[in-house]
């Protein structure tokens, strides 16, 4: 019912940028704050960046000021812009809708991932 697709995951070489998309369906978008993690080869999952249902953002230091986080809402759909990428960005590119009301969580909900490899 709930699903979250990523795409635009691709090989890019330093320096380049690339348009990730993760298309959301099954719940109630505005509701949602969107987030996007990854994962690198041997790494624990890390947080990149969340945009709110208010639209206030959040970035992990290592990608502030190249990564822009932004959503359509008429379109169910949450981008991650990335400039200037490094090769340390390369990982495994999670989308993630949560939902939590006076503390208690409603819903957490994941995508399956798009490969994002940064190379020469």
């Known amino acids: 019912q709930v699903q979250l697709v990523e795409s635009g995951g691709d090989l890019v070489q330093p320096g380049g940028s690339l348009r990730l998309s993760c298309a959301a369906s099954?719940?109630?978008?505005?509701?949602?704050?969107m987030g996007w993690f990854r994962q690198a080869p041997g790494k624990q999952r890390e947080l990149v960046a969340v945009?709110?249902?208010?639209?206030?953002?959040y970035y992990a230091d290592s990608v502030k000021g190249r990564f822009t986080i932004s959503r359509d809402n008429a379109k169910n759909t949450v981008y991650l812009q990335m400039n200037s990428v490094k090769p340390e960005d390369t990982a495994v590119y999670y989308c993630?809708?949560?939902?939590?009301?006076?503390?208690?969580?409603?819903?957490?909900?994941w995508g399956q991932g798009t490969q994002v490899t940064v190379s020469l």
């Open positions: 945009i709110r249902s208010d639209g206030s953002t």
């Open positions: 099954g719940i109630i978008f505005s509701n949602y704050a």
């Open positions: 993630n809708a949560k939902r939590v009301v006076v503390g208690t969580r409603l819903g957490d909900y």
